[in-house]
Nanobody, 118 residues
Framework: QVQLVESGGGSVQAGGSLRLSCVASGAIFRVNAMGWYRQAPGKQRELVADISSGGITRYADSVKGRFTISRDNAKNTVNLQMNSLEPEDTAVYYC????????????WGQGTQVAVSS
């Protein structure tokens, strides 16, 4: 069974740091782009950061300079280091990956809560 399993998240005060990790498992030929999205209550899901299989990164303007995305291709993992967290970063964070399971298919993790208090 192909799946994305997230870890990390939790509650932190403003200015603190958290690290999210996501691993893709199952019968995967290749992992293409991987990334993180988030959805706050009452808002649409938005891209936080993503990284291509070649290491090219993209960040939302709101997290540039505070968050860093990285991946380990050998382990099919993607990480998101979040520093200088702000209350506005509070959301459910979802791992996303395009997995080649014969054909490219987008997958989502189940989500992990990040709560930042002021």
């Amino acid at each position: 069974q192909v799946q994305l399993v997230e870890s990390g998240g939790g509650s932190v005060q403003a200015g603190g740091s958290l690290r999210l990790s996501c691993v893709a498992s199952g019968a995967i030929f290749r992992v293409n782009a991987m990334g993180w999205y988030r959805q706050a209550p009452g808002k649409q899901r938005e891209l936080v950061a993503d990284i291509s299989s070649g290491g090219i990164t993209r960040y939302a303007d709101s997290v540039k300079g505070r968050f860093t995305i990285s991946r380990d291709n050998a382990k099919n993992t993607v990480n998101l280091q979040m520093n200088s967290l702000e209350p506005e970063d509070t959301a459910v964070y979802y791992c996303h990956a395009e997995l080649n399971v014969g054909v490219p298919v987008p997958y989502w993790g189940q989500g992990t809560q990040v709560a930042v208090s002021s």
